[in-house]
């Protein structure tokens, strides 16, 4: 009978280890993936407007060491307009017809943001 205890506790405690190394392994990975690289990511914005001229003005904020491309496809997956740059913000108009479109832009093989792009006679909305 005490021996049966004894195995018991010790089962118990095998198993409480066991549990906390999980949650540590659980909580390592979580704090893990709140690395600075995602934070970096996050700080780049894309503001897509009208124009004066009725083309399409594009406004990209990035940070100072990135190397931002921004490639533009239409709803067929064409390539339609690409843009690059050194600098922190870029403004830059686009001749880009009524229609949908999707965006993507990278600094190096990271891509920093996507999504699509809507625009027609009264409006451009994107997401």
Do not use: P
């Amino acid at each position: 009978m005490i021996k049966q205890m004894l195995d018991l506790k010790t089962a118990a405690r095998i198993l409480s280890v066991m549990l906390c190394l999980l949650f540590w392994v659980f909580l390592s990975k979580a704090i893990a993936g709140n690395g600075d690289d995602i934070k970096k990511v996050s700080k780049t914005t894309i503001h897509f407007s009208r124009h004066h001229t009725g083309k399409v003005l594009v406004e990209i904020k990035a940070l100072e060491n990135q190397n931002v491309e921004l490639y533009i496809f239409d709803a067929e997956g064409i390539l339609v307009q690409e843009i690059e740059s050194f600098h922190k913000k870029i403004d830059n108009t686009l001749e880009l017809n009524y229609g949908q479109y999707i965006y993507q832009c990278f600094d190096k093989d990271t891509q920093l943001k996507s999504g699509k792009l809507f625009i027609n006679q009264n409006n451009i909305s994107y997401d």
